[in-house]
């Protein structure tokens, strides 16, 4: 028996007796063979250099911890839930609240109390008040117990109405803002609606919520994440949170911020780890229990590939970088799942271990049995070497020693201490807090720290205080004037001079205090709060400023348009304020401003761009033939003109309207030098319908120098020319047997003329395609369309296809979502198809996985899984890097068990992912789309199709929308043999545990792309548009395969990658080895060596490499370095 065992079976003896046999159950719910020990487990942990793990708690203490947070005296409350994911028909509801203490200062807990029970599924708790706030469902509640015995007798529900759609997006994570205010955070297939004293507020999707108990104010702090499960401030009120089912690692967020999945909105603030794993909870270190250099880390799960992560962020312009550091924990122990991290009174950190080795509910059965219901451990994380931080007693100390708390180094004691002190009254500490600050010299760093605490601590008792606020604006340290203008944005309506106060702070030396001032500026809602705003303008802008004040400018824009419309808009005589003003608003309102700008001369040349866009997006014919006259004047750069006239052809589009005047006036630009000017007036001239041109587009797609883009373009402009002749062309097109790529483009513009006669033309098409290259989109023009797919069918009756053909067919159909049995069943019967891909019994599935873990070969399913044929990687990303199609692959081993991923290959549709739904939408035009949707706004839904390809329809034009299955379709392992299924399953098991499967912190190139034809290959280099580039993407290991790449110029290939620089620099790339390799920087070509210094500037860069294959053999390998002493900061871009 271990010392966990003996120990907790004296602990636990009166709990076992009093009917908690949790022992035994723990046997029965053991997945597997995978030992319950918490020793075991622990032993198991890769614990960073310089850090030991012990455990806390575990059960029979606790049982499914879901969320932790311990109160001033240094209890740890945790909400516990045995009932998740889903309660049983009939079953009594009976999920707890803990309170666990460690009475005798060991590091162990010794003391269990169960608050409350008989709650359903709580994913959040926070001690306060004299009680706890806790989310059941629906409802906040407040827990208190009035006899003061530790037991739970009086319940209140403060708010109610929130939503339940699913279990685990559920209102969660409460924690005290350094306001006193209550953060917690909802996730993205929620939908609340919150009666309250001020009005009911409401939350479609993900947010954050801000709540003030005493006054029963609620709002929404921030909108949008998948699953936002994480919130924290560092010293000085910067907030950051995770997202437990997205994909960007720590999200920096402010007041009003929107991110990706927020409802109503266009516009987002992106994540600062692009490609990292979903991370749930968080914390940011501090205090003399915690390694220098480890102070201000980040600290979060990533609770699918069993790991406790570390993030290093540091202040850049006016948000922050962020880097993923090397893991305070991992391990492989299938059933450690870290969901919920704090740090505690002793300045150790906590981890709440929910423990099971099932953690999908979307995706694996409620009731399978392999789900643990009964274990749970809370881990403590001390370094080596330190003192544990002596407990401060808080509860009960004085006031005056409350306030000297406020300058502990340890954030738990500062942030208790505030707590004790707001709880204790305005009345009684007040006047010691008055005296408290005046006896600070705000000359010292340590006191405007302290003071700003001082600040907070006024915030949260609800006293405005003026001098101080007015003091900490003028603070020598910038993160304290940050903090001190978000105080001044929440105390606008109670300050006699809010714009005077925050006027300064827009135009501060630092952008993040610019930043907090512009968002400020939305509390003051009048038309000088929006020109003080625009003030920003004058100084250098990055993309969390440009977004703040687009933010701004929309919200406060009922107050600006008006004073605009009657000329009382102070924006400085600046061209540039006005039009970042009307493109922010985006009505026509700002039409007549923006024609008065062209037409006195006053849009500057880097605005002007700009300006005449807008005019197109809002005008009427006289306004877009201004834009028109811009288009075709030679004197105007080409790309210029090319965004101008593609401005012109969005409007005719979208809107019907069409510039006045002669349109004809665009011919010459079809005769321009620069190729992409050519395809915007092709297509462009078919949309306005000028029958003139018609000659003109028929000799370009005839003309052999005709770039692939500008002969699609000029297919698709005659079949917008329309009438008999037009037709009979395309039709021609579409039966030409001399170039395929020109007859499919004619085929697939001719459904949209003459679908029966493209039916009949297809066969014919279909049957010359190589290996069924290009046939896909042959199909979906067909499927897009009203009894298209019954068209095709009957055409194809009869048929013989190659087999590839056939399949791509059939494969489209399933993606498609639509039932066309006729179609599949003569793809089928002309293709010679055999599906097999059906259901394992349960003997089946048990050989099945007994021969990965067995048999499997991860090195050869990794080459499956990239095979083309396979198409895993054009809809799969991993480590960001890959389709964005399907969910990120990175750490589905470590996530998923492996009977759940043999159903995933065989049978996609069987069980979805959450967010990976498709989404089935027909227009009355009678088109279908069907996608992945990536966003809605109140003007488009933006799906992303089954090819990776994001498109936009308007919401005015959507007839029909339903949910379909996954994008995946069924059948594409059915070329697959047995051994080969089973390499590529153990490969995905693999996938993010600990071993040569688990993805590398180090900053690799994994997304490259590869030309795929050139005459020399050093044309590579040049920003040529008729280049064809293929995305192609590096191992998991990093590396390249040189097989991969296609050749171009003789025994030669080029590839290229991206990388950006968000603070200019020297950086180190190093390659495996250099042999074999030229290099360009851009357009500049550079020595390149094993080690190369790049000195960049700040924006994107462009790495090209020709490849010697007859002088290099091995894969290429590529990675950023940071150069001793360089302030530079560069990320590797990544993506599809």
């Known amino acids: 028996m271990s010392w966990y065992k003996s120990f907790y079976f004296a602990l636990g003896l009166g709990l076992l007796l009093a009917g908690a046999l949790a022992p035994a159950l723990a046997q029965k719910n053991a997945p597997g063979n995978v030992d319950p020990d918490p020793e075991i487990e622990r032993k198991s942990f890769q614990v960073a250099d310089g850090f030991e793990v012990h455990l806390y708690a575990a059960d029979p203490l606790l049982a499914k911890p879901v969320s932790m947070n311990f109160d001033p005296a240094g209890r740890l409350w945790v909400a516990c839930s045995q009932d998740y994911p889903q309660i049983k028909p009939g079953q009594k509801q009976n999920d707890k609240i803990i309170i666990l203490e460690d009475t005798k200062g060991a590091g162990v807990a010794d003391k269990t109390t169960v608050f409350a029970d008989g709650l359903l599924i709580p994913t959040g708790l926070m001690p306060g008040d004299g009680g706890v706030y806790v989310v059941d469902s629906t409802d906040l509640l407040y827990l208190s117990s009035t006899k003061h015995d530790g037991k739970a007798d009086k319940r209140e529900v403060i708010l109610s109405g929130f939503g339940t759609e699913d279990t685990h997006h559920m209102v969660h994570a409460l924690r005290w803002g350094p306001d006193g205010l209550l953060y917690f955070n909802q996730s993205v297939y929620i939908h609340s609606h919150i009666e309250t004293p001020y009005g009911v507020r409401n939350l479609n999707g993900s947010g954050t919520w801000q709540f003030r108990p005493a006054t029963r104010e609620l709002n929404v702090f921030c909108r949008g994440l998948w699953n936002p499960w994480g919130i924290a401030w560092d010293r000085y009120g910067a907030t950051f949170e995770t997202d437990g089912a997205g994909g960007e690692g720590i999200n920096y967020t402010f007041p009003g911020a929107n991110f990706v999945t927020a409802v109503g909105y266009s516009r987002f603030v992106a994540g600062l780890n692009p490609g990292s794993p979903k991370d749930c909870g968080l914390e940011i270190l501090s205090g003399r229990g915690i390694p220098d250099d480890w102070q201000g880390n980040l600290i979060t799960n990533d609770f699918r590939a069993h790991r406790v992560c570390r993030y290093v962020v540091t202040p850049e312009g006016s948000g922050y970088t962020s880097k993923e550091m090397p893991e305070l924990i991992k391990t492989n122990h299938p059933a450690f799942r870290p969901i919920d991290v704090k740090m505690g009174p002793d300045g150790a950190l906590y981890i709440a271990d929910w423990y099971n080795p099932i953690i999908q509910h979307g995706e694996v059965d409620f009731r399978d049995p392999r789900r643990d219901v009964t274990h749970g451990r809370i881990w403590r994380i001390t370094a080596k070497g330190r003192k544990p931080v002596e407990r401060p007693k808080l509860v009960g100390a004085k006031t005056e020693d ?273 190729d992409v000017l050519r395809v915007v007036a092709a297509r462009t001239a078919g949309d306005w319908g000028l029958q003139e041109i018609g000659r003109l587009l028929w000799d370009y797609i005839h003309t052999p120098q005709t770039s692939e883009a500008l002969r699609q373009a000029a297919v698709d402009g005659l079949a917008a020319l329309g009438g008999p002749e037009n037709i009979a062309k395309v039709d021609e097109l579409s039966r030409d047997e001399h170039y395929r790529p020109t007859r499919r483009m004619g085929l697939i513009a001719l459904t949209g003329l003459d679908l029966e006669k493209a039916a009949k033309n297809a066969p014919d098409l279909l049957k010359a395609l190589k290996d069924g290259e290009g046939a896909a989109e042959v199909y979906d023009a067909f499927l897009q369309r009203k009894n298209g797919a019954a068209l095709l069918a009957a055409a194809l009756a009869g048929q013989q296809l190659p087999a590839d053909t056939a399949k791509v067919g059939v494969r489209a159909v399933r993606i498609s979502g639509r039932e066309a049995p006729a179609l599949t069943d003569a793809l089928t019967k002309a293709g010679g198809l055999k599906f097999g891909a059906k259901a394992l019994n349960d003997a089946e599935m048990k050989a099945m996985v007994a021969d990965v873990q067995k048999s499997g070969a991860a090195a050869r399913g990794e080459a499956i899984f990239r095979r083309k044929d396979q198409l895993c990687m054009k809809c799969h990303a991993i480590a960001g890097c890959g389709g964005q199609v399907g969910p990120d692959l990175s750490g589905v081993g470590a996530s998923a068990p492996v009977d759940y ?172 080895t250099a042999k074999g390799l030229r290099l360009w920087l851009d357009h500049k070509p550079v020595e390149v060596k094993d080690a190369t210094e790049l000195n960049l500037t700040p924006g994107v860069h462009t790495l090209t490499f020709a490849v010697d294959l007859g002088q290099r053999k091995e894969a290429l390998r590529c990675e950023l370095e940071d150069q001793p002493g360089s302030a530079a900061r560069v990320r590797v871009v990544g993506g599809k």
């Open 402 to 674: 409350l306030l000297e708390a406020l300058k502990a180094p340890e954030d738990w004691t500062r942030r208790s201490a505030r707590r004790v002190l707001q709880e204790r009254g305005a009345e009684k500490v007040a006047p010691a807090l008055t005296a408290w600050v005046a006896r600070l010299d705000a000359r010292t760093p340590a006191n405007e720290s302290a003071l700003l605490e001082g600040l907070w601590t006024y915030q949260a008792l609800d006293i405005v205080e003026p001098r101080l606020l007015t003091a900490l604006l003028n603070a020598s340290d910038y993160r304290i004037r940050a903090a001190a203008v978000r105080v001044a944005g929440m105390w606008s309506g109670r300050l006699s001079n809010p714009l005077e106060l925050l006027a300064p702070r827009v135009q501060d030396d630092e952008a993040q205090v610019r930043l907090e001032a512009v968002r400020a500026l939305v509390q003051v809602p009048n038309v000088h709060a929006a020109e003080l705003a625009l003030g920003i303008l004058d100084r250098p802008i990055d993309k969390y400023l440009d977004y703040a004040l687009w933010s701004t400018m929309r919200e406060l824009e009922p107050e600006w348009t008006p004073a605009l419309q009657q000329g009382k808009f102070n924006y400085g005589n600046n061209p540039r304020r006005l039009l970042f003003a009307l493109q922010a608003a985006g009505t026509k309102d700002a039409l007549a401003p923006l024609v008065k700008l062209v037409q006195e001369g006053k849009a500057a040349p880097e605005t002007e761009e700009g300006v005449l866009t807008l005019i197109a997006a809002l005008g009427g014919p006289h306004e877009l033939a201004l834009v028109l006259d811009r288009a075709v004047d030679d004197k105007v750069p080409a790309p210029r003109r090319a965004a101008l006239l593609a401005a012109l052809d969005q409007a005719s589009r979208q809107r019907g309207v069409k510039p006045e005047g002669d349109l004809t006036r665009i011919e010459p630009l079809l005769k321009s030098d620069d």
């Open 901 to 1072: 991923l043999i159903d995933s290959v065989l049978l996609p549709n069987k069980q979805v992912k959450e967010n990976y739904h498709a989404m089935l939408v027909t227009t009355q035009q009678g088109l279908s789309y069907t996608g992945i949707k990536v966003q809605e706004s109140p003007d488009a839904l933006v799906l992303r199709t089954a090819d990776d390809k994001e498109i936009s329809i308007p919401v005015k034009d959507i007839d029909e929308r339903k949910m379909g299955g996954s994008l995946m379709p069924d059948g594409l392992t059915d070329v697959l043999t047995r051994g080969e299924l089973v390499d590529l399953v153990r490969f995905l098991s693999e996938l993010g545990k600990v071993g040569p499967y688990s993805v590398s912190k180090a900053r690799l190139v994994r997304r490259w792309q590869a030309l795929t034809a050139a005459p020399e290959v050093s044309a590579a280099a040049l920003d040529n548009p008729s280049l064809r580039w293929d995305s192609v993407y590096s191992t998991v290991a990093g590396l390249l395969p040189l097989e991969d790449l296609p050749r171009s110029g003789g025994n030669a290939a080029a590839v290229r990658c991206q990388v950006e620089a968000s603070t200019p620099g020297p950086v180190v790339l190093r390659l495996n």
